[in-house]
């Protein structure tokens, strides 16, 4: 899918929680920094519109495709799913460790993640634990 901004096809973001003023540091707005090729963008958590999630089994990662619309900005967030949490999971059952799991994911990156329901984060968590749609090498 075209980028709807060149030098935002490959762009990282990076959460930072930084005041945008003096007002907004009174009322305790943060803002998030996304790192693209041509600078950095600035926006608030309520401008990003998740888009469509992926994984990467090799690196135990839920890709979430956003979108900043008033800054025409198409992007990328990575969300690490944690090793230590699925060891646990096999241990001891995963559904509801795929809920726990799920929840603190979506603490902290909740900007990503918010529109994203707890059933279906779960859901892909419990397809990291249990390897279902690896591809085997």
Do not use: N
Request: net charge positive; proline share 4%.
């Amino acid at each position: 899918a075209p980028s709807t901004a060149p030098s935002a096809a490959k762009a990282l973001d990076s959460v930072r929680a930084a005041a945008a003023g003096d007002e907004e540091e009174a009322r305790g707005a943060a803002t998030i920094d996304i790192r693209t090729k041509a600078g950095v963008v600035r926006c608030r958590p309520e401008d990003i519109v998740s888009k469509r999630l992926g994984l990467r089994f090799q690196r135990g990662e839920i890709i979430v495709e956003y979108v900043v619309p008033s800054q025409g900005l198409r992007a990328h967030h990575v969300v690490p799913v944690l090793e230590q949490s699925q060891a646990d999971a096999r241990c001891m059952g995963g559904g509801s460790l795929d809920a726990a799991a799920a929840e603190s994911l979506r603490r902290v990156h909740a900007p990503w993640l918010a529109s994203v329901s707890a059933e279906q984060l779960a859901g892909l968590i419990g397809r990291f634990r249990t390897g279902a749609g690896a591809q085997k090498k």
